[in-house]
């Protein structure tokens, strides 16, 4: 089973970059993050005729996630984050897919910190570990997947030493999530690939991606249970080199059955 997250910096706007990625490496389940379209305008038509049924969360202009399966409609669990009811961003929906909770998030990104966004980020953190260990204990198969707005380590983000006072790399946000993944959760990339430079996010400015200039912010937490049956993973850097790409890549991960 191949999952896979993309930040798609706009459904709409990316389509078809979307669609295109969606026929080159045909995941089973796609959990997507910065929709940026308000619910009703999810294009809900053009991803079932890609073969793929659909739950959204939209958001006019802003946030969003999706999550995408080839088997059948998701089951959805939730499309919201548990812990502040006045928390009006959409950023969190959660389902069941071949008997796998799946939850898609897009945390916040904090800058510019400190400041009001940072300390959303922190809570939005807090709440996000609270959920965690809730899933994690039920011992179900669970994945946790998206784009997290932070950099764990410093072989993560290209010159680490240009990032120590941005909301993603500070210790603050470094710090919660280890702490979220030390309730057991496995860092499926890095579990693959230990000590490798591996990158999700390349900026528009500058050259980046040509540059190999970028950061890791896409990740994939696994529960206990899902840990031994993880096979392979890695990024679809070409994605992001499309013209008019978003500017994350694609990353997947595949399970055995």
């Not at 990316?14 to 669609?19: D, E, F, R």
């Not at 739950?55 to 089951?75: R, T, Y």
């Not at 006072?165 to 230990?194: C, M, N, S």
């Not at 991606?209 to 031994?228: M, Q, Y």
Request: glycine share 8%.
């Amino acid at each position: 089973m191949k999952i896979a997250t993309y930040n798609i910096n706009g459904v709409n706007g990316h389509l078809s970059v979307l669609l295109n990625w969606l026929k080159a490496s045909a995941p089973d389940v796609a959990c997507l993050q910065e929709l940026k379209a308000p619910q009703e305008k999810f294009p809900e038509e053009a991803i079932f005729d890609a073969g793929y049924h659909a739950i959204w969360h939209g958001q006019k202009s802003w946030n969003g996630v999706a999550i995408l399966s080839k088997h059948g409609h998701p089951e959805e669990i939730r499309r919201a984050l548990p812990g502040d009811d006045e928390d009006e961003h959409s950023r969190y929906i959660e389902a069941k897919v071949n008997g796998i909770t799946i939850g898609c998030l897009y945390l916040p990104n904090g800058n510019p910190a400190p400041g009001p966004k940072f300390d959303y980020k922190l809570k939005w953190f807090e709440r996000l570990t609270v959920h965690a260990a809730e899933l994690f204990a039920s011992g179900e198969p669970v994945i946790l997947t998206g784009d997290y707005n932070v950099m764990p380590t410093e072989i993560d983000v290209y010159k680490p030493e240009r990032w120590v006072d941005d909301a993603l790399f500070r210790p603050e946000t470094r710090a919660a999530f280890h702490k979220l993944v030390a309730q057991g959760w496995t860092d499926a990339i890095r579990k693959l690939y230990p000590d490798e430079v591996i990158y999700t996010f390349f900026d528009y400015f500058r050259n980046a991606f040509e540059r190999n200039a970028g950061l890791r912010i896409d990740h994939f937490l696994l529960s206990k249970k899902l840990e031994p049956k993880l096979k392979a993973g890695g990024v679809d850097r070409f994605a992001r080199g499309w013209e008019k790409s978003s500017d994350h890549a694609p990353v997947w991960i595949e399970l055995a059955d």
